[in-house]
């Protein structure tokens, strides 16, 4: 063997070095992971075909069901009567998993899209070669965590608004559904932020494990911690709850019942349904048939001065509730996504 | 000129010492070995010279006083890591491309002739070349960045004695066409004196011996640099030993 081809001679021009520019790192980015995000395509693709075809029909049936006229007659009754049975089995009436489901794809994007991709470069040692191009290591890291933000927000923002757009016939003129639900998180606008924030968390998992199947089980469980946290604690106290001195029946009202008690005499007097000893004392002899469910205690224990409070949080304050989520999830995903770059900066080989 | 340089150079894991004090100057235009047994530190002093790692101890500057691991540093010094770490699902053709999009020169047409030579197929994916042709698509992207400063970390250990030869003829015919400065580490004594004409001999993360290869083998008395890191590394060993 003869190594006949040699390298031109190296330049001379070292001066004042131009950084090789960012866009570079648009088809770098894209050679390396088109596999990853096509596979996140096809998953985002997916559901959003679910979506389509699961929601058509009760567009259909909406539809029909205000187009009909007079809006009294039996025919008109059952056309209502299909499309609330349609309304109250899908997605928005808890009958179905697919919501339970969709809060997984923030998860599986963040294990499976933003964990590997440095805990890859760590694992195989391919960073000893990334890290050592003139493009520069940091910069390197930021362009690639850039750009698949982008382009993942961008796909799960659509997403989240064919989500919106399945919710449509909900929030209409037949039927108003509490929007404060499982689907919450899934919007055009919490939608891509949950995403951001599971990616950097991945990333982040992947700088510090630097093992790329531990580091996929850490951001699982990260996310779902973060996400319980989220839904259980944190999403209530976004805005001080309204209250006032009436009784929503769970599952009636669009407000999202945030806490239920009774006061007496402008004094907290119990949380939630009365104590035994109170209906003892005061609704014993209440008729069995009228008894039943808080309401019959509550007339009863209203007329010895107990009146009930609910705090809330009205369907109106949907859209703040979204910013305010999708904003302090931002303000986390730049957060960690500016410590992993500070990590890739810093990390002795 | 030199190509690097160090003053008190230490890197320390974890409490221990992997490189103590390492003060070195090494001209331009060489092929310098770094010796030494598995341990003593060479593929540390590597890393800090390419940046991959910060020193705990000391300075280190290459290519003429540029810090390591800056980015006019990177500009001009192509790095082979140990085991030739390529992204073994991307096909050849891919290497080129991120290699070239991620430096401000790249010598594409260099590449291409070369690996037509050495009958490396540009579709081919890089985990499906043999040992030897993944060495070697290393080294002529490494080359192809027309680096003043190649830096290869036992660059041959796991290679075959042919694909070794070969890989060294490339090597060389870079050194000696182009004039670029090679550093490499080597614990594989055999055809050092066909590649070197500098040598550091590190052990237990100290600089044991350094300097041109001409000059060390005339005050030592030696016929090789086989020999005479041989000798060296007996002595050395020794003295740990008796310790």
């Known amino acids: 063997m003869t190594a006949l081809t040699v390298p031109a001679r190296p330049g001379q021009d070292d001066g004042r070095l131009r950084p090789v520019p960012w866009r570079r790192m648009a088809g770098v980015t894209w050679r390396q992971h088109r596999i990853t995000l096509a596979g996140a395509v096809v998953l985002l693709g997916a559901v959003a075909v679910w979506l389509w075809i699961s929601g058509s029909p009760l567009h259909h049936a909406y539809a029909a069901a205000v187009a009909c006229r007079p809006a009294s007659s039996p025919a008109c009754q059952n056309l209502i009567g299909a499309f609330d049975v349609s309304a109250t089995s899908n997605l928005m009436g808890n009958k179905d998993p697919g919501g339970v489901l969709l809060q997984l794809v923030p998860a599986l994007i963040g294990a499976f899209v933003g964990a590997p991709v440095l805990a890859r470069e760590l694992e195989t040692g391919t960073f000893r070669y990334a890290w050592t191009q003139g493009f520069g290591r940091w910069r390197w890291a930021l362009g690639k965590l850039a750009l698949l933000a982008v382009v993942l927000a961008a796909a799960t923002s659509l997403l989240g608004t064919l989500v919106s757009w399945y919710f449509q016939p909900e929030s209409g003129r037949l039927f108003e559904a509490a929007p404060f639900g499982d689907l919450f998180s899934l919007r055009e606008v919490t939608f891509p932020a949950w995403t951001l924030a599971a990616f950097a968390v991945g990333a982040l998992a992947g700088m510090l ?68 000893s109170l209906v003892d004392r005061f609704c014993s002899s209440l008729p069995p048939e009228k008894a039943g469910g808080p309401n019959g205690f509550a007339q009863c224990l209203a007329q010895h001065g107990y009146t009930q409070w609910t705090s809330y949080q009205p369907a109106s304050r949907f859209w703040a509730f979204q910013w305010i989520e999708a904003g302090w999830l931002l303000a986390l995903s730049a957060l960690l996504i500016a410590a992993t770059i500070w990590l890739v900066r810093r990390r002795a080989a | 000129m030199s190509i690097m340089e160090t003053t008190g150079l230490g890197k320390r894991y974890r409490g221990t010492w992997a490189l103590r004090d390492c003060t070195l100057e090494i001209p331009a235009g060489r092929v310098a070995a770094l010796v030494g047994p598995n341990g003593a530190g060479k593929s540390t002093l590597l890393n800090l010279a390419v940046g991959l790692s910060e020193p705990s101890a000391g300075v280190v500057t290459v ?12 500009d001009g010094i192509a790095f082979v890591a140990q085991d030739t770490p390529l992204y073994k699902n991307l096909s050849v053709a891919d290497m080129i491309y991120l290699t070239r999009g991620l430096n401000r020169r790249f010598d594409q047409p260099y590449a291409r002739a070369r690996l037509d030579e050495l009958g490396i197929p540009a579709k081919r994916k890089a985990g499906k070349l043999s040992g030897g042709q993944q060495a070697q698509l290393a080294l002529t992207l490494a080359l192809a960045r027309r680096p003043r400063l190649l830096v290869l970390d ?56 350094a300097g041109e290869a001409a000059d060390l083998l005339a005050a030592h008395g030696q016929a090789s640099l086989e020999e005479l890191a041989m000798a060296y590394l007996r002595e050395t060993q020794a003295a740990e030993v008796t310790r």
Do not use: C
Not at chain 1, 234 to 255: D, I, K, M, Q, V
Not at chain 2, 63 to 73: F, Q, Y
Not at chain 2, 165 to 176: I, N, Q, Y
């Open chain 1, 209 to 276: 494990i630097r093992r790329v199947v531990p580091a996929i089980v850490a951001t699982l469980a990260v996310y779902a911690g973060l996400a319980f946290a989220t839904t259980g604690f944190l999403r209530e106290h976004y805005l001080t709850p309204l209250a006032t001195a009436s009784y929503f029946t769970p599952g009636t009202s669009t407000a999202w019942i945030i806490g239920q008690w009774s006061a007496k005499d402008g004094k907290f007097a119990f949380a939630g349904n009365p104590p035994g």
């Open chain 2, 154 to 209: 036992e660059p041959v250990a796991m290679l075959d004695p042919v694909a070794r030869h070969d890989f060294m003829a490339t090597v060389l015919a870079a050194a000696s066409a182009d004039g670029v400065s090679v550093l490499l580490s080597s614990h594989v004594l055999t055809e050092l004196e066909r590649v070197a004409d500098y040598l550091i001999l590190l052990s237990q993360g100290q600089v044991r011996l």
């Open chain 2, 63 to 74: 290519l003429g006083g540029r810090a390591a691991g800056s980015p006019a540093a990177l």
